[in-house]
């Protein structure tokens, strides 16, 4: 599979005959064209029209973060397999609020299986989670009975909120108690490394969702309005747990990221480079792990199961077979 690149450095991306070469103070190298699906810039970069339209020749997606790391936005190239046909599906499915409700509840449904999931791993290793996993288990059968997405969203919310309270229990560290839930700005270190990873999950699923038939405007959980995406909020929702949760409880159980790879500025927490770079290295490694895939019986990596979740949603608007979310099963 092509790899992602992610430049952290200040300097300039350009066009080198037929590939990429990027320039900065401390060096410059070749970056091949042939082996890059995605590109994340966090640094100061340079540009140009030349490099574009090499990205949209050989169809790389580029996102670029600010100084905190929040994401800014997408150079997302001429859509290569873009349909008039599955657009259709999905306003049909959208406008009609019976189809949109069975795709939303069924997101939902993935993303507390997996929260249940997560809190489940860490109470076999000797974290007192019991309560969270019931009251986990007891918001799932409240989806079923919701008939609206405010409510279906209420659902989630307090799901959610049960599930940060927990964090306190599987991090066990003072320097990152959990509080409550803050964003932009994030108010303590926790929430930071929360915001910085949703982040990199909601351009991971945009990445993924140009390689298919779906336009990501329009989703169903997220309300379709004038932001430019929502599908990849939805189905970010079933991979935060399994993903950025799993990969912040790695970085602080084995101190990889401590209290002093954060500043406090004007806007509320900021995570240092270096934090940001090893999140993003662990991450990485989280989605280039495989794991057996019970439905087509062989190996498939993190990575992968994100583009196969869009291919059963497409299955689904196409009538083909019911959309089931994936639920991780260590």
Known sequence: MKKIIYIFSDGELKRQDNTLKFYCEETSRFLPVEDI??????????????????????????????????????????????SGYMILKQAEHYQDNDKRMNIARAIIRGALRNIRQVLKYYANREKNLEIQVGRIEEFEQQIEGCIGIPELMAVEGNARDCYYKAFDTIIGDKDFVFEQRTRRPPQNHLNSLISFGNSMVYTLVLSEIYKTHLDPRIGFLHATNFRRFSLNLDIAEIFKPILIDRVIFTLLAKKMITKKDFEKSTSGIVIKDKAKKLFVEELDNKLKTTIKHREIGREVSYRRLIRLELYKLEKHLMGEKEYQPFVARW
């Open 37 to 82: 699906s995605d590109i994340f810039v966090f640094g100061e970069v340079n540009i140009n029209k030349k490099l574009l339209e090499l990205l949209s020749q050989k169809e790389i997606v580029m996102h670029y973060f600010n100084y905190h790391g929040y994401y800014m936005g997408t150079f997302y190239p001429r859509e290569h397999y873009n």
